[in-house]
């Protein structure tokens, strides 16, 4: 899962400290992770809109033609289109809870390193 990648926090946090932000790949790297964090976080909502889209055309009536019995399959198209509509709920609430929290994570990082190296 992508957010394994936090696990690694505390790690960071000391080689940064460590290094009293004067090491340049470090602090590349912090930055890289925030968009790498900013990149995921705009791909996962529009993979979520995407799948929000698709549900609103599969209920519509437009569907129907493929259904045999309209009655029970709308039945049956709901009950599915319901179990969709909380699995897209959670994916929206695990993930882009996650990435905020990662987010924020490399943002508190980042305000780690010093506008001057300590001496």
Not at 26 to 38: K, P, T
Not at 107 to 113: A, E, H, N, R, Y
Request: glycine share 4%; proline share 3%; hydrophobic share 40%.
């Amino acid at each position: 899962m992508i957010f394994s990648k936090a696990s690694v926090d505390h790690a960071q946090r000391t080689e940064l400290l460590k290094a009293n932000g004067t090491d340049p790949l470090l602090i590349r790297d912090l930055l890289g992770d925030a968009q790498l964090w900013d990149l995921l976080g705009r791909s996962c909502r529009k993979q979520i809109a995407e799948l929000e889209e698709f549900q609103t055309s599969y209920i519509s009536k437009l569907w129907a033609v493929l259904r045999e019995d309209e009655l029970a399959a709308d039945q049956q198209a709901n009950e599915v289109m319901k179990k969709f509509s909380d699995a897209i709920e959670t994916l929206k609430n695990a993930h882009l809870e996650g990435l905020r929290t990662l987010t924020d994570t490399s943002k508190d990082l980042i305000q780690l390193v010093p506008d001057k190296p300590f001496k």
